[in-house]
């Protein structure tokens, strides 16, 4: 039996860290300027140059320390003495209230398309006045 320890796959932690994150390799990509496949590439090497490493962990609101030693069981840990303090600290609902978790671009685009559609419906009202008033006229 062997007493080596098993070496740190760093991509793999920044995969798994993105994931947790909710942010898309494409996402990740476009905020370091690099291609996906590049990030996919990344995150399939175990280790990843000390300078990329940095610009990584600034995007996704990590240390760089946080990323080298990721485990799964450490965030499962967290997240579990997380919920137990803040569920008996508060109404229930987290530390500060309820959490959620959307991606902001998603929400700008929604609001763009709602916005959009807003204005098509002020223009066919417009529209409809436009005909009702020259009916009125030439009666």
Known sequence: ????????????????????????????????????????????????????LVEIAKVLGVTVEAIENFSEESVFNFFNNFYDNSVSNSNGQGASGPIFNFNPLDKMVELYERLVLAEKEVANAEKEKVKYLEKLLNK
């Open 1 to 52: 039996m062997s007493t080596a320890t098993k070496p740190k796959h760093i991509g793999r932690n920044i995969s798994r860290i993105r994931e947790l994150r909710g942010m898309k390799q494409e996402a990740l990509a476009e905020a370091i300027g690099v291609s996906q496949q590049t990030v996919s590439g990344i995150e399939g090497n175990e280790e990843v140059d000390t300078k990329r």
